[in-house]
């Protein structure tokens, strides 16, 4: 089944520096990515969805300048949260879609639990 | 009104039991439909995909899909105390992009 590697599982950084995040697809190209928050006992909210050469799509509210996306090839797209602060602690997973995930589900990453203190 | 909605939890089963899930939808040109296990401080993971109406059984796991009525439901027979988690109802619109419900917590006693 496909695999979607998210590095580094755990973080914690200090106010106002810059981590970034990696979601690879290991056995399928994913022309699109999408990355989620997830705060405590909440649901998955979308922040962007990453396609392939092109800009991401930021959904309303989030912020583009502070959630840089990169998705350089088929295989590996990246989320660098800039200047972060304490509010910006949470679960960070991404998903990647293979062709027929549309109908039968997106694989999602192990995701990445961000501290910034 | 919410996009998904979720029959609010926890629900709590005794081992051996059928849990039941439910979900709504509210945009009719939803397409396909996924129940998602979050275990605590864990991703989702995949149970069901549906998009036709009717049942679709895998294992002890049925998922139900109803378009008419904009509703889609999950059953775990048989419950197992590893079955305790939050399950998380999305649906797909035209666009690729998944609608998460806000989650109902099972409990399996055992």
Known sequence: ?117 | QKEVEQNSGPLSVPEGAIASLNCTYSDRVSQSFFWYRQYSGKSPELIMSIYSNGDKEDGRFTAQLNKASQYVSLLIRDSQPSDSATYLCAVNKDDYKLSFGAGTTVTVRA
């Open chain 1, 1 to 117: 089944g496909a695999v979607v590697s998210q590095h580094p599982s755990r973080v914690i950084c200090k106010s106002g520096t810059s981590v970034k995040i990696e979601c690879r697809s290991l056995d399928f190209q994913a022309t699109t990515m999408f990355w989620y928050r997830q705060f405590p006992k909440k649901s998955l909210m979308l922040m962007a969805t990453s396609n392939e050469g092109s800009k991401a799509t930021y959904e309303q509210g989030v912020e583009k300048d502070k959630f840089l996306i990169n998705h350089a090839s088929l295989t590996l797209s990246t989320l660098t949260v800039t200047s972060a602060h304490p509010e910006d602690s949470s679960f960070y997973i991404c998903s990647a879609a293979e062709t027929e995930a549309f109908f039968y589900g997106y694989t999602f990453g192990s995701g990445t639990r961000l501290t910034v203190v």
